[in-house]
Every structure is written in C-alpha cells, then in structure tokens.
C-alpha cells in the first residue's frame, strides 16, 4: 500500500471510523508501553491485595502478571477481530436490527460493526494498560499506598465500557442518513 492511497483513504475516512481506528492504535501502543514499563518497575512478587492497615495479603510473580496480560491481549484482540470479520457474512435479515431501515444500508451497517467491535478492542486494551499502571503505581517502594493512585481506576474503567457497549445500540436506533 503506497503512503498516497493511506493518505486517501484517511482523507475520505469519517471522524468515527478514524476516531476508533486511532484510539484502537494508541490503545495497543499504550498497553505495550505499559506492559513493559510497569514489568520492569515490579518487583520480583507483586503486591495485589491489601489488608486495611495497607500491608499486602496476596501476591503474584510478576511473570506470572506478565504473560496473564499478555494473553488477555491476544486473545480479545484476536477473537474479537475475528468475530468482527465473521459478521461482514451474516446475512442482513438475520442480525436484529430494524430490517426496514437498515436492509438498503448493510455497507453502513458493517462499518458501524466494525467500528464497534474495534472500540470494543480498544476498551479492552485501554483498560488492561490503565489497570498495569495502576499495579505499578501501588507497588512502587518509594511511594506510601494512597487511595488515589488506584480510586479513579474502576470508575473509568466502567465509563469506557458502558460507553462502548451502550453506543452500538444507540446508533442502531438512529436512522441512516442520505449521505452515508
């Protein structure tokens, strides 16, 4: 692919497609880097439970961490993109969708899958990073355990969620426009 069909294809792109695609690019960069940067500040056992006077009760070799991410990342990654490949062959009358609207519009209907089922990658990697930070952040030596470094981590995380599992829905409900 030469660099001028990528810079029309990216010129002719719509903001959500490109939105998706680049948040599903910097989620798989971010969790690398994460995954990298929070294996090499762990220490050999890290610490993944606390007890109330902030002394850990449970831990886990950071190996172990290690490769339990990895696979997690492969593995959505690579079923979900799949399942995304797969659907592009399911006829129209059998996905449940409004039939009516959407029978004439099945190229829109992939693209608004497809791009689904990437945000639903990049939820998945965005939170595997944020979650490794977090594991570094509270089993870092030089620092005391503080409530914030790790508060804020399942409120986002279930905003990013329910964002992205509530927006296929609600774009399904809306009507195709005559310009898509």
């Known amino acids: 692919m030469s660099f001028h069909s990528i810079a029309l294809s990216l010129f002719y792109m719509k903001a959500g497609t490109f939105f998706v695609r680049t948040w599903r690019i910097l989620s798989i960069i ?3 880097g994460s995954l990298f940067a929070s294996y090499i500040s762990y220490p050999e ?3 993944v ?3 109330d006077l902030k002394q ?6 950071r190996e172990t961490i290690f490769y339990l991410s990895v696979a997690i990342f492969l593995i959505a990654n690579t079923v979900l993109r799949a399942i ?3 659907f592009l062959r399911v006829p129209t009358a059998q996905i449940p969708v409004p039939t009516g609207v959407w ?3 099945r190229s829109l209907l992939n693209e608004i899958f497809t791009n689904w089922f990437y945000a ?3 939820a998945i990697n965005t939170i595997l990073a944020m979650g490794l930070f977090v594991l570094s952040l509270v089993n870092r030596a030089d620092r005391s355990l503080q409530p914030f470094d790790y508060a804020w981590l399942l409120p986002i995380s279930t905003v990013i ?3 992205v599992l509530a927006g296929l829905p609600i774009r399904l409900f809306m009507k195709p426009g005559d310009d898509d």
């Open 120 to 122: 639903l990658i990049a």
């Open 161 to 163: 969620l329910i964002a």
């Open 30 to 32: 971010g969790f690398v």
């Open 56 to 61: 850990p009760i449970q831990t886990i070799n």
């Open 49 to 51: 439970r606390f007890d």
């Open 84 to 86: 995304s490949k797969l």
């Open 103 to 105: 029978t004439s519009h």
């Open 45 to 47: 056992e890290v610490a």
